[in-house]
């Protein structure tokens, strides 16, 4: 499964800048990184009244997706898919998942940005999940960093998350109704066994790297 850490903090705690520097700070290191960002605002427009996507939207169709010679995008209601599941199904070649927000995201590690200025009461206090905390005030700590520590960061999102997940021999997902099943090692092995065993003995499948199978059963 792709790693996935969500960044979380209260309103002006400068959560988009210390994002935005580690995730170059991992594209340096050449990781390929996917960014998701939630917003509390519904109703937002993404595409203008009268254009093709907009017109397609309205009559009901959902997904619709536009593609141009440079950029793809896909535009869709909000179903409620988990982040793991959105992650699973639209960023399958990413190394990692960095996000902005969800902070009340089951299952999903936290980095929380915190400033003292700031009379909010701490986050890891409030919600599960917090595994670090980017401070100004005793950045020493286990678990937290200096405001200007985002290489820190970088290296613990790396350490953490995106080796252990580049180590396996072999990584099998498994989501059933939308919803992440957790599978033992043994039941990846054997999964992954059978599965490619087929799969090589069918043609045009040699260095297969990336397998997808998806399986719809309509009751009759």
Same mark, same amino acid.
């Given at each position: 499964?792709? $790693? +996935? +850490?969500?960044? +979380?903090?209260?309103?002006?705690?400068?959560k988009t800048t210390f994002v935005r520097k580690v995730i170059r700070e991992l594209m340096d290191r050449g990781y390929r990184v996917a960014v998701f960002k939630s917003s509390k605002h519904a109703s937002i427009q993404f595409d203008r009244p009268g254009k093709d996507t907009y017109n397609y939207r309205k009559d009901g169709a959902d997904p619709v997706l536009f593609l141009s010679p440079d950029q793809l995008a896909l535009f869709s209601g909000n179903n409620g898919e988990s982040i793991l599941g959105l992650a699973f199904h639209h960023c399958p070649h990413a190394d990692i998942v960095i996000c902005e927000g969800f902070k009340h995201a089951n299952g999903i590690p936290k980095i929380e940005?915190?400033?003292?200025?700031? $009379?909010?009461? $701490?986050? @890891? @206090?409030?919600i599960k999940g917090v595994v670090a905390v980017v401070t100004d005030t005793d950045p020493n700590r286990e678990g937290h960093f200096g405001y200007d520590d985002y290489v820190g960061v970088a290296d613990f999102i790396e350490d953490k998350y995106i080796k252990p997940a580049r180590r396996k021999s072999a990584d099998v997902t498994l989501f059933v109704n939308g919803r992440r099943i957790p599978l033992k090692d043994f039941v990846q092995e054997s999964l992954y066994g059978t599965l490619m065993g087929f799969i090589g003995a069918l043609k045009f499948t040699e260095g297969a790297r990336d397998v997808e199978i998806k399986i719809r059963h309509h009751n009759s």
């Open positions: 499964m792709i $790693p +996935v +850490v969500t960044f +979380v903090g209260w309103h002006n705690s400068g940005i915190k400033r003292d200025d700031l $009379p909010d009461k $701490p986050l @890891e @206090e409030e």
